[in-house]
C-alpha cells in the first residue's frame, strides 16, 4: 500500500517554543491530507484537513494560529505548533487518501516541558 | 453527530484464544466501517472494512460483520497470536473524508 511519513517521531520542547511536523506521502501524490490528535486513551480527533496550494479547513475548536497547516507540494503537509504549552502535548497523526484507503503516518509524540 | 463506541482494554489474552472486541456506532445514513491496527511504533494499518449492510470484512483471521440492525462492527479471530498485540480502533466515514474513531483497545497477547 501507499506511505505516509511523519518526521519527527518524538520531539521534546521548551514552552513557548514553535515545533514543526512534517508529513510526506512517499510513492504517491496527496492533494489532501489530514491532521488529528490523540489524547492518552481517547479517539483520533480530526484537527484540520490540508489542501495542496491553499488554506486549510480547521475542524471547530481547532485554532488556526496555534496550529498552522501548510501543503505546498503534492507530497509534503507540515503542522506548526506555535507558542507550545504543555497542554498541547500529545500524539499528532498525519493521513492521506489513495485510491479511496486512507494511509497514516506513524505519528510525532509532542512533549513540551 | 455520528460517534463510535469501543470496548475499553487493555485486553490480556493467552495465545490462541479467541478474541473479540466490540464496536458499536451511532451515525446518520449509511456509514462505511473499518477496523484500523496500530503496532508499536507504527501508523495505523488498515486492517478490514465493510462498505454495506450484513457485509463480512476479514484479513489476516480477523472478521467483523456490519450488523445494522445492532449498529456493530466487533472485531473477531478465533486464535490469537503474539504477533496480533496492537492498539485497534473501530472507525466509520459517513461522508466524503470525515472518518471517526473510536478510542482504541489495546490487546495484548501472552505467549
Known amino acids: 500500500g501507499a506511505v505516509v511519513s511523519q518526521h519527527p517521531s518524538r520531539v521534546i520542547c521548551k514552552s513557548g517554543t514553535s515545533v514543526k511536523i512534517e508529513c510526506r506521502s512517499l510513492d504517491f501524490q496527496a492533494t489532501t491530507m489530514f491532521w488529528y490528535r490523540q489524547f492518552p486513551k481517547q479517539s483520533l480527533m480530526l484537527m484540520a484537513t490540508?489542501?495542496?496550494?491553499?488554506?486549510?479547513?480547521?475542524e471547530q475548536g481547532v485554532e488556526k494560529d496555534k496550529f498552522l497547516i501548510n501543503h505546498a507540494s503534492l507530497t509534503l503537509s507540515t503542522l506548526t505548533v506555535t507558542s507550545a504549552h504543555p497542554e498541547d502535548s500529545s500524539f499528532y497523526i498525519c493521513?492521506?487518501?489513495?485510491?479511496?484507503?486512507?494511509?497514516f503516518g506513524e505519528g510525532s509524540r509532542l512533549t513540551v516541558l | 453527530g455520528d460517534s463510535v463506541t469501543q470496548m475499553e482494554g487493555p485486553v490480556t489474552l493467552s495465545e490462541e484464544a479467541f478474541l473479540t472486541i466490540n464496536c458499536t456506532y451511532t451515525a446518520t445514513g449509511y456509514p462505511s466501517l473499518f477496523w484500523y491496527v496500530q503496532y508499536p511504533g507504527e501508523g495505523l494499518q488498515l486492517l478490514l472494512k465493510a462498505t454495506k449492510a450484513d457485509d463480512k470484512g476479514s484479513n489476516k483471521g480477523f472478521e467483523a460483520t456490519y450488523r445494522k440492525e445492532t449498529t456493530s462492527f466487533h472485531l473477531e479471530k478465533g486464535s490469537v497470536q503474539v504477533s496480533d498485540s496492537a492498539v485497534y480502533f473501530c472507525?466509520?466515514?459517513?461522508?466524503?473524508?470525515?472518518?471517526?474513531f473510536g478510542t482504541g483497545t489495546r490487546l495484548k497477547v501472552l505467549a
Open positions: 472507525a466509520l466515514i459517513a461522508g466524503t473524508y470525515k472518518y471517526i
Open positions: 490540508s489542501n495542496e496550494g491553499s488554506k486549510a479547513t480547521y
Open positions: 493521513s492521506a487518501q489513495d485510491t479511496g484507503e486512507l494511509f
